[in-house]
């Protein structure tokens, strides 16, 4: 491939602005690495616009015009995200005779309105249904560190673009833990924000009441920059009301202030792959943090979540569902089944039960202002492995890998997964979990390990063939 | 706790009466399932009657609040 970029965002936005590069080599330069992609990361580019914003950036810069802090900066989102004049495929082949979307996404306007220029759409399990990127109709995203590997999901082709210096920044969204676990594997920082913080508008949807939408990079900056572009409501998605809350300018303060850290226990201790454990105890002591606590309720959460999942998916789907079938996933298509087969009672009782967890999180909360736990089950496992071991038993690996993450984003909560630094070993991540509405927490302690060295996106190996 | 009936009825399933549950309710919700995908229905519609039993271990209709419009 052409030769991978791991500079920041900013470090990009500032090369352009001191007229080191410029917007048009560097989109060209991303539209080199996306056309020769060795991870299947992507599933378009959009070599066109691309170069049109670019050129439009330069002529603003020459002519001394206020640009943006992406001005020039190469972004590319998961293909679930609407982009002009682009059918949104979502993962799926059912899509793909849809008609192309009217208007960019929401979060792709802010990013672009900014500066960043889109550069193509990502890879991802089909209709964000899976935790593993293998879809069926594009073929599995590879793992930037191990090419054998998955990349997680299900925005595995937004987690590999970044960790595998095909552009710095890059959008996912996240429903079970299709933020996390991607990051987690693929050894770069995501952010699943609070539900409703970012505007899912022009998300192609998938369970509606848990779906959010986020950022990957390479920093944490990079991170808490996207973040508070993104930030502020949009009348076009319900959920998205609050005010910009910006984090970026007051992270330095919070991390150098006390952290109360705890590692939740119980539910997220069982089943971890021992260097998961590992991972999570590097920085868990570089936090200095109370081990042990107890979230109750995380396991039978985790199974409300579960069974949440596909009856309300299945509602969007019905249709589809019911004059083809067969043009689905597979691996998809029997949860989406399953769902529609259910008692609609099973997702009302699960809807009844989040508030009874989420009082129960808010009470953990009073003597802790983050709390850790490890983002995923295991480092990466190899393309087309069905099963793992847990806890000794051979499980479903797509089944099993967000056993961590869904009860959290069941409730809504604030994550940061960091990538542990362990050069030379699987990328690991560790969820940094925060209170509603506290994505600062969740960062500034993401950037207190970043300082020390203690996460980081390491570079991975040169890619072969 | 005290629940709706079709709830009731799916949490009393044995693992081995949940394909006969799956074709019945596809039948009534006139939802064709094709050959090749009936095992995995099944499979998974076992899971989610398992994942639903844990869950409802949790709910205490004294003390559960009502559905609300959910806020994090």
Same mark, same amino acid.
């Given at each position: 491939?052409?030769?991978?970029?791991?500079?920041?965002?900013?470090?990009?936005?500032?090369?352009?602005?001191?007229?080191?590069?410029?917007?048009?080599?560097?989109?060209?330069?991303?539209?080199?690495?996306?056309?020769?992609?060795?991870?299947?990361?992507?599933?378009?580019?959009?070599?066109?616009?691309?170069?049109?914003?670019?050129?439009?950036?330069?002529?603003?810069?020459?002519?001394?015009?206020?640009?943006?802090?992406?001005?020039?900066?190469?972004?590319?989102?998961?293909?679930?995200?609407?982009?002009?004049?682009?059918?949104?495929?979502?993962?799926?082949?059912?899509?793909?005779?849809?008609? +192309?979307?009217?208007?960019?996404?929401?979060? @792709?306007?802010?990013?672009?309105?900014?500066?960043?220029?889109?550069?193509?759409?990502?890879?991802?399990?089909?209709?964000?249904?899976?935790? @593993?990127?293998?879809?069926?109709?594009?073929?599995?995203?590879?793992?930037?560190?191990?090419?054998?590997?998955?990349?997680?999901?299900?925005?595995?082709?937004?987690?590999?673009?970044?960790?595998?210096?095909?552009? +710095?920044?890059?959008?996912?969204?996240?429903?079970?833990?299709?933020?996390?676990?991607?990051?987690?594997?693929?050894?770069?920082?995501?952010?699943?924000?609070?539900?409703?913080?970012? !505007?899912?508008?022009?998300?192609?949807?998938?369970?509606?009441?848990?779906?959010?939408?986020?950022?990957?990079?390479?920093?944490?900056?990079?991170?808490?920059?996207?973040?508070?572009?993104?930030?502020?409501?949009?009348?076009?998605?319900?959920?998205?009301?609050?005010?910009?809350?910006?984090?970026?300018?007051?992270?330095?303060?919070?991390?150098?202030?006390?952290?109360? @850290?705890?590692?939740?226990?119980?539910?997220?201790?069982?089943?971890?792959?021992?260097?998961?454990?590992?991972?999570?105890?590097?920085?868990?002591?570089?936090?200095?943090?109370?081990?042990?606590?107890?979230?109750?309720?995380?396991?039978?959460?985790?199974?409300?979540?579960?069974?949440?999942?596909?009856?309300?998916?299945?509602?969007?789907?019905?249709?589809?569902?019911?004059?083809?079938?067969?043009?689905?996933?597979?691996?998809?298509?029997?949860?989406?089944?399953?769902?529609?087969?259910?008692?609609?009672?099973?997702?009302?009782?699960?809807?009844?039960?989040?508030?009874?967890?989420?009082?129960?999180?808010?009470?953990?909360?009073?003597?802790?202002?983050?709390?850790?736990?490890?983002? !995923?089950?295991?480092?990466?496992?190899?393309?087309?492995?069905?099963?793992?071991?847990?806890?000794?038993?051979?499980? !479903?690996?797509?089944?099993?890998?967000?056993?961590?993450?869904?009860?959290?984003?069941?409730?809504?909560?604030?994550?940061?997964?960091?990538?542990?630094?362990?050069?030379?070993?699987?990328?690991?991540? @560790?969820?940094?979990?925060?209170?509603?509405?506290?994505?600062?927490?969740?960062?500034?302690?993401?950037?207190?390990?970043?300082?020390?060295?203690?996460?980081?996106?390491?570079?991975?190996?040169?890619?072969?063939? | 706790?005290?629940?709706?009936?079709?709830?009731?009825?799916?949490?009393?399933?044995?693992?081995?009466?949940?394909?006969?549950?799956?074709?019945?309710?596809?039948?009534?919700?006139?939802?064709?399932?094709?050959?090749?995908?009936?095992?995995?229905?099944?499979?998974?519609?076992?899971?989610?009657?398992?994942?639903?039993?844990?869950?409802?271990?949790?709910?205490?209709?004294?003390?559960?609040?009502?559905?609300?419009?959910?806020?994090?």
């Amino acid at each position: 491939m052409s030769a991978a970029d791991f500079r920041s965002a900013q470090a990009v936005a500032a090369d352009i602005q001191w007229g080191k590069s410029t917007a048009r080599s560097e989109t060209e330069a991303a539209l080199a690495r996306a056309n020769s992609d060795p991870f299947n990361a992507y599933t378009a580019v959009f070599a066109e616009r691309a170069l049109a914003q670019a050129q439009a950036i330069d002529a603003d810069l020459a002519a001394d015009r206020p640009v943006g802090p992406l001005a020039g900066v190469p972004l590319a989102v998961k293909n679930l995200f609407d982009v002009e004049g682009v059918t949104t495929i979502a993962g799926s082949q059912i899509r793909r005779d849809a008609p +192309p979307a009217a208007h960019d996404a929401t979060a @792709v306007q802010r990013l672009t309105a900014a500066g960043a220029v889109l550069i193509g759409a990502l890879n991802m399990d089909e209709f964000a249904y899976g935790f @593993v990127t293998e879809n069926a109709h594009d073929g599995p995203t590879r793992n930037p560190h191990d090419l054998t590997r998955i990349a997680g999901g299900s925005s595995g082709g937004s987690a590999a673009a970044v960790g595998g210096g095909l552009v +710095p920044l890059t959008l996912g969204s996240d429903t079970n833990g299709s933020i996390r676990i991607p990051a987690s594997l693929c050894g770069v920082f995501g952010l699943k924000p609070t539900l409703g913080r970012l !505007s899912r508008q022009g998300a192609f949807p998938f369970v509606e009441s848990l779906d959010h939408v986020g950022p990957f990079a390479r920093s944490v900056a990079d991170l808490a920059l996207a973040y508070d572009l993104m930030q502020r409501p949009d009348p076009l998605d319900p959920l998205c009301r609050r005010p910009a809350e910006p984090a970026a300018p007051r992270l330095q303060a919070i991390a150098d202030a006390p952290l109360r @850290v705890g590692v939740l226990g119980g539910w997220f201790a069982q089943g971890a792959f021992p260097e998961v454990l590992e991972a999570l105890e590097i920085i868990a002591d570089a936090l200095q943090a109370r081990r042990g606590v107890e979230l109750p309720g995380a396991e039978l959460a985790r199974a409300a979540a579960f069974c949440l999942t596909p009856i309300e998916a299945a509602h969007l789907h019905r249709p589809d569902l019911e004059t083809r079938p067969l043009d689905y996933d597979p691996a998809v298509r029997d949860r989406l089944l399953a769902g529609a087969l259910a008692p609609e009672a099973v997702a009302e009782a699960a809807r009844r039960y989040r508030p009874v967890f989420r009082d129960a999180a808010r009470q953990v909360f009073e003597d802790f202002d983050v709390l850790l736990a490890p983002a !995923s089950v295991c480092p990466a496992p190899r393309i087309g492995q069905a099963t793992m071991d847990m806890n000794g038993q051979q499980v !479903s690996v797509r089944k099993n890998l967000g056993a961590y993450t869904q009860p959290i984003s069941y409730i809504g909560l604030p994550v940061v997964t960091v990538p542990v630094n362990r050069p030379g070993k699987p990328p690991i991540g @560790v969820q940094i979990i925060a209170p509603a509405w506290r994505e600062d927490l969740a960062l500034a302690a993401a950037l207190r390990l970043e300082r020390a060295g203690v996460a980081a996106a390491h570079r991975p190996p040169e890619p072969t063939r | 706790m005290a629940t709706d009936p079709a709830l009731a009825a799916f949490l009393a399933l044995d693992d081995d009466a949940v394909a006969a549950y799956a074709d019945a309710r596809a039948e009534a919700l006139g939802i064709f399932l094709p050959p090749e995908t009936r095992a995995g229905v099944v499979d998974n519609l076992a899971l989610l009657r398992r994942q639903t039993a844990t869950f409802m271990s949790g709910l205490d209709d004294a003390v559960t609040p009502a559905p609300e419009a959910f806020e994090p």
